[in-house]
C-alpha cells in the first residue's frame, strides 16, 4: 500500500503505519471479523465490492475435546487435540498434524 501511495494512489481511509506491508489489503469476497482494519483505498480505486463482515461466533466443537495423549515416544508423542483431531507433535517442533491415526 504504501508503495501504491507513493506512486499516486489517492489516500482514502488507511491502515496504521505501525503495520506490516500486506497486512491491510484484503479480498472482498470474503467474511472478515468486525473491528478489522482494511484499507479501502485500493477497493474505491478499483471499484470493488465492499464485501461483509461475519459475526464472531465458534463454530467449532462445543465443548471442546480435552486434550488426550494416546501414545507417548522419545521424540514424539501422538494426541487428540481440542478439535478432536489425532496429530502427532515432536517434542523439538510445533505440532505436525497427521490425517491418519494408523500411520503411526
Known amino acids: 500500500m504504501r508503495r501504491w501511495y507513493r506512486e499516486g494512489l489517492i ?9 506490516p506491508d ?3 489489503v ?3 469476497c470474503g467474511a472478515w471479523a468486525l473491528g478489522r ?3 479501502s483505498a485500493v477497493h474505491m480505486a ?8 461475519r459475526i464472531s461466533m465458534n463454530n467449532y466443537l ?6 488426550t495423549v494416546l501414545e507417548q515416544h522419545a521424540d514424539w ?3 487428540r487435540d481440542e478439535n478432536g483431531m489425532i496429530i502427532k507433535r ?8 497427521t490425517s491418519c491415526a494408523a500411520r503411526w
Do not use: H, T, Y
Open 37 to 39: 482494519v482494511a484499507d
Open 26 to 28: 484484503c479480498g472482498g
Open 62 to 67: 462445543c465443548p471442546k475435546f480435552e486434550e
Open 11 to 19: 489516500r482514502q481511509a488507511s491502515i496504521p503505519e505501525s503495520w
Open 22 to 24: 500486506g497486512n491491510g
Open 77 to 79: 508423542s501422538l494426541l
Open 90 to 97: 515432536l517434542r523439538d517442533r510445533d505440532p505436525c498434524r
Open 46 to 53: 478499483l471499484g470493488l465490492d465492499e464485501g461483509m463482515q
